[in-house]
């Protein structure tokens, strides 16, 4: 199994869908990521050998912000609209949806399992 930027990649898939696995790259990333290095997007992962997977990895960590780094950024960037009390900042803050959903009805990803209200009682049919 191989290693690239601190993620375990599978080794029975095809290489451009193995470089998913790791966050920050994407399929068409993934797919420009090995045809600049030069190896088929269909070969295994288990096929590559040990010069290829170097490359690939030095690829990646010379021209992308993949794992932790791309995550930290990612939260940095939230944290800030959150201290700048901005319309997007108290959204994250009452983890409602950030884009513009509505909320009336669904969101349930963002506001959690809906909790019934003390009193209300159930319309009889």
């Known amino acids: 199994m191989a290693r690239i930027a601190g993620v375990n990649?599978?080794?029975q898939k095809p290489i451009w869908v193995a470089l998913t696995y790791i966050y920050g790259i994407g399929p068409a990333t993934a797919r420009?990521?090995?045809q600049d290095v030069g190896i088929d997007p269909?070969?295994?992962t288990h096929?590559?050998?040990?010069?290829?997977?170097?490359?690939i990895r030095e690829k990646i960590d010379r021209e992308y912000k993949v794992e932790g780094?791309?995550?930290?950024?990612?939260?940095?960037?939230?944290?800030?609209?959150?201290?700048l009390?901005?319309?997007r900042g108290l959204r994250h803050r009452k983890g409602l949806?950030?884009?513009?959903?509505?909320?009336?009805t669904n969101a349930r990803t963002r506001k959690?399992?809906?909790?019934?209200?003390?009193?209300?009682?159930?319309?009889k049919k």
């Open 32 to 34: 420009k990521i090995v």
């Open 9 to 11: 990649i599978p080794s």
């Open 85 to 87: 009390g901005c319309y």
């Open 47 to 55: 096929q590559l050998s040990e010069a290829e997977i170097a490359n």
């Open 69 to 83: 780094d791309l995550r930290r950024e990612v939260a940095m960037n939230i944290k800030r609209l959150m201290d």
């Open 97 to 104: 949806p950030v884009r513009g959903q509505r909320t009336h």
């Open 112 to 123: 959690g399992k809906a909790r019934p209200i003390p009193g209300k009682k159930k319309a």
């Open 42 to 44: 269909h070969k295994r």
